[in-house]
């Protein structure tokens, strides 16, 4: 088909780098989400960095500690920000779609739109990280000694690398049709077939381009966390933390931003070229029927035979009653 042929990486990019500038106009959503993430870590006592080293002031005590309330203000935490990075993905997308504009109130608001973008947002979230953390469990020679050899049932052996098949390829399916995060913004729904269609015989395209993406990010936060642990380590006071506590969580939000623009840069690849599909469809029709119409006005081949024998018979006729005569 013709759209799968024309989906690629480059136009990918190509439409990634047009709608990268619009992260900036949307700097209201990032910075009102880095604040309320700051406000969140202050309260539980997660700090990211001037507290890391057992060194660190008042504002440590509550992270410090060892027992039970730590770790559930941990997962405490992690929960919360998950909520909010989902619902900082629905404000973005209504902010670059020009559908309303933001306030920091928006980011408590509750409404049945807003929770089904959590949970929509959350289980693409889920179909990433749970097969991943289940592949690295099972290659993990600490839990699962299976480098030291092979298991001499071969039903466990098939069991293995069944499930680690599995947990590969969902990841795999995900970044290929990872432009149905867009297709729900955009549109309400996600149409997997659709995706899969688009994406036939081009699958590489999402997948080399997600995992490029990721791949910078990664490279990008390993020099912003060696700055902000630099900066903790040599100013170790409350507004240190605070600030470093808000670049963190603004330069995470960034991250997000460049996949949702990914995603979003899909997403118009292949809108774009549905509309260029469905243009040549209707010029395919429209010469078809011309070409009816103009059959239908003019004579076949056979009526033209008819006609030349019916004149043939009419002359002979003639003639021999010319030579009875």
């Known amino acids: 088909m013709s759209k799968a042929r024309k989906y690629g990486m480059i136009r990918v990019m190509s439409r ?15 910075a009102g989400y880095a604040v309320v993430l700051t406000v969140l870590s202050a309260v539980l006592g997660r700090w990211s960095y001037t507290c890391s080293s057992g060194n660190g002031g ?21 929960v919360c920000a998950f909520c909010f990075y989902c619902l900082f993905a629905r404000d973005f997308y209504d902010n670059i779609l020009k559908r309303r504009t933001f306030r920091l109130a928006d980011i ?14 959350l289980a693409c979230l889920l179909s990433v990280f749970v097969p ?39 990841p795999l399916l995900i970044m290929r049709c990872a432009a149905g995060v867009a297709y729900y913004f955009n549109e309400g729904q996600i149409p997997f077939r659709k995706l899969y269609e688009a994406t036939f015989n081009r699958a590489y395209a999402g997948i080399f381009a997600f995992l490029l993406l990721s791949l910078l990010c990664v490279n990008l936060h390993i020099g912003v966390i060696r700055y902000f642990s630099r900066l903790a380590a040599t100013h170790n006071l409350l507004i240190t933390a605070v600030a470093t506590e808000f670049g963190n969580n603004l330069v ?12 979003q840069a899909e997403y118009l690849v292949i809108k774009e070229q549905e509309e260029v599909s469905a243009a040549e469809d209707a010029a395919v029709a429209l010469e078809a029927q011309e070409q009816e119409v103009a059959a239908a006005a003019k004579p076949t081949g056979k009526g033209k035979k008819s006609a030349k024998k019916k004149k043939a018979q009419r002359k002979a006729k003639q003639m021999r009653e010319e030579g009875e005569n």
């Open 108 to 121: 408590f608001v509750v409404s049945k739109q807003r929770l089904a973008a959590v949970g929509v947002f």
């Open 132 to 170: 991943c953390a289940v592949l690295l469990y099972i290659l993990n020679p600490m839990h699962l000694p299976i480098w030291h050899g092979a298991n001499p049932d071969w039903r466990i052996e098939l069991i293995y690398y069944t499930v680690a098949f599995i947990a590969t390829a969902i």
């Open 58 to 78: 008042f504002w440590c005590r509550l992270s410090e500690r060892g027992d039970g309330l730590s770790i559930g203000l941990a997962i405490l935490w992690l």
């Open 252 to 263: 995470m939000l960034l991250y997000i931003s460049l996949f949702l623009a990914l995603f």
């Open 16 to 30: 990634w780098m047009d709608v990268v500038p619009q992260i900036f106009g949307a700097w209201r959503v990032l």
